[in-house]
């Protein structure tokens, strides 16, 4: 216990531990050992010493961290008054004969405390009864290296080809140094940030040294990226920064990385910024997919699909696990084949890569999910509703549209969410691209965007393929930037783009992983300052068809400065603050 960083106190009954338990102040972390348990240290220290959890307990162990430490006195009080009963009660030999901790532990789940029990495999943990049975529970113990468990428990269940078989096997151990040196979880994450923004430079030199230094670099970034979530689960690190910083840190190492290599060449006097503005867009709409589908699925009842059952039967034949999850382009494929790509090819190559294969593995997960969601019988909560509502990210136009309609809406077929936001997508974009540049017609399409957009959310987002309205706002806010900074055809349009889009992205991003922590969106005041995708869409359709080539370049940049300044302050405002969930990010869904 010692070891774990408790201090030891002996006490006897349920009434003298509490008179211990009281003496410590309430913002501290107690625990409540049996003196018989008999277990590993790893399995104390999954029980004891997990911050996401206010309680958790093993058997023979429990702990509670301060939001818990009312209910475990309530507890405790009533555990005393029950070890005060006559010696003839049938009551006094069962408190007797119960661990306490176990007796705790039941209590506060029965008081409405949830209590986490870590799953400890091939790990002992256990009060026993009789000297047999300890001498078998030592024996037990005796049998498995907890070190080995610990080590390899750090590895997450469910990953890459590449991460599994290429980078775990050795990131363990570099986790283990970390660990052993006081490096923390965060340390590393910035380390890695560091590192590929180290890339990212290497890369804009255009260089062929600075390509191959690039590409290693790359590689090296992401294996600290792995080390991270390692030492984390290895040392049991979990904290509100390290969620933000892993959360985050992954989209701006490979964003700045595409930036990088699109200024190297331009060195080369090759401009592959659009190229480089298409991978964000396409891999930025490939998350909020996932995203999206998640969060309207994980609650929902009756959710059976044949579709799914063939996945799971697919699932118990090994290679094909493999395959599919090499299919989708996974953070470790998809960073090998970069900095391979760069240090070998050129980065008009590594961007066409990008697309081809982030664009192959978009209509195979998209197609699967959308065959899902028409073969399965699934009522969507209102909670999931919620949760489509935010990813939308509606602005105050489009919230005005779908109160005007919201009666009407309900009225009308059940395709009607997609239906619009596809429609007023797709004439949006076209516009951007088919007619001449500074022209009217963008800002007339842009207003027809802001109808369907608030059309789309007028009814709650719970019909089988609503989960699509989100990705598909995504595509048509970044990709009219896009095409609008193209058709600009003037130096530095592309690249202030690709820092717009980047800035907005930034703040879905963070709405997604605030969902996901359980404490809802970012605050309606913010998106409100962002004006939302219609009102940002309707802004840059004005601003090219009013000022010139040169100015609208000048506007671009001075929007993507305001918008990131106002989603940066306030996701690190949440971040760091008391009200932000400790959940340690397990990586990406695709």
């Known amino acids: 216990m010692r070891s774990l960083g408790f201090d030891v106190r002996a006490a006897s009954g349920a009434e003298g531990t509490a008179a211990l338990i009281d003496a410590v102040p309430v913002a501290d972390r107690v625990a409540v050992v049996d003196p018989h348990f008999v277990g590993h240290v790893h399995a104390l220290r999954l029980a004891l010493t997990d911050p996401r959890f206010p309680a958790a307990a093993v058997p023979g162990a429990l702990t509670a961290q301060p939001g818990a430490r009312t209910a475990l006195s309530r507890a405790l009080s009533a555990a005393a008054r029950a070890d005060g009963v006559s010696d003839d009660s049938d009551t006094l030999s069962a408190v007797r004969t119960a661990v306490l901790p176990d007796v705790l532990a039941d209590a506060l789940d029965a008081d409405g405390t949830a209590v986490h029990r870590p799953e400890l495999g091939s790990l002992v943990a256990t009060v026993p009864g009789d000297p047999q049975a300890r001498n078998e529970a030592r024996q037990a113990v005796a049998s498995v290296d907890d070190e080995a468990v610990r080590l390899r428990s750090a590895v997450k269940a469910r990953d890459g080809f590449f991460t599994t078989f290429c980078v775990s096997p050795y990131s363990r151990y570099l986790a283990r140094w970390c660990a052993g040196r006081g490096f923390t979880p965060n340390q590393v994450t910035t380390a890695s940030l560091l590192t590929a923004l180290i890339a990212a430079a290497g890369a804009a030199t255009g260089t062929r040294a600075g390509y191959i ?94 579709t799914a059952a063939l996945s799971d039967k697919l699932d118990s034949v090994g290679w094909t696990v493999w395959v599919r999850r090499m299919i989708v382009l996974p953070i470790g494929e998809r960073w090998a084949m970069i900095a391979v790509l760069t240090a070998v090819t050129t980065p008009r190559i590594v961007f066409y890569a990008l697309l081809i294969g982030c664009g192959l593995a978009a209509c195979y997960t998209t197609a699967g999910r959308v065959l899902r969601s028409l073969t399965r019988k699934a009522q969507r909560t209102d909670r999931a509703a919620r949760a489509l509502a935010d990813l939308a990210d509606s602005g105050p136009l489009a919230e005005a549209v779908a109160r005007s309609l919201a009666t009407r809406a309900r009225s009308l077929p059940g395709f009607l969410p997609l239906a619009s936001a596809v429609t007023g997508g797709a004439v949006l974009v076209a516009t951007a691209a088919f007619t001449g540049y500074g022209t009217v017609w963008p800002v007339l399409a842009a207003v027809v ?27 048509a806010e970044y990709g009219t930037i896009l095409v609008l900074a193209a058709r600009a055809d003037v130096n530095g349009a592309l690249p202030a783009a690709f820092g717009l889009v980047a800035a907005v992205a930034y703040h879905h991003y963070d709405t997604v992983y605030r969902i996901r922590g359980g404490t809802g969106a970012p605050p309606h005041w913010l998106v409100r300052a962002t004006g939302g995708h219609e009102g940002r869409i309707l802004a840059v359709a004005l601003l090219a068809a009013l000022l010139n080539n040169s100015d609208f370049t000048t506007a671009l940049t001075v929007l993507a400065v305001a918008v990131a300044l106002v989603v940066l302050v306030e996701s690190i405002r949440f971040w760091v603050s008391s009200g932000a969930p400790a959940v340690h990010d397990e990586g990406e869904p695709a």
């Open 213 to 306: 230094a690039a590409g290693l670099l790359l590689l090296f970034s992401f294996v600290l990226d792995c080390t991270d979530g390692q030492l984390a689960r290895y040392s049991l690190q979990y904290s509100t920064m390290g969620a933000w910083l892993d959360a985050t840190f992954d989209r701006a190492k490979e964003y700045a990385y595409y930036a990088g290599l699109a200024l190297g060449a331009a060195r080369s006097g090759d401009d592959v910024w659009a190229l480089a503005l298409g991978a964000m867009v396409l891999q930025t709409c490939r998350h909020v997919v996932d995203f999206s589908f998640n969060e309207a699925n994980h609650d929902a009842t009756a959710n059976t699909s044949p």
């Open 449 to 475: 965007y802001v109808i369907t957009s608030g059309l789309a959310v007028a009814r709650p987002l719970k019909g089988a393929l609503d989960w699509l309205v989100p990705p598909v706002f995504r595509a």
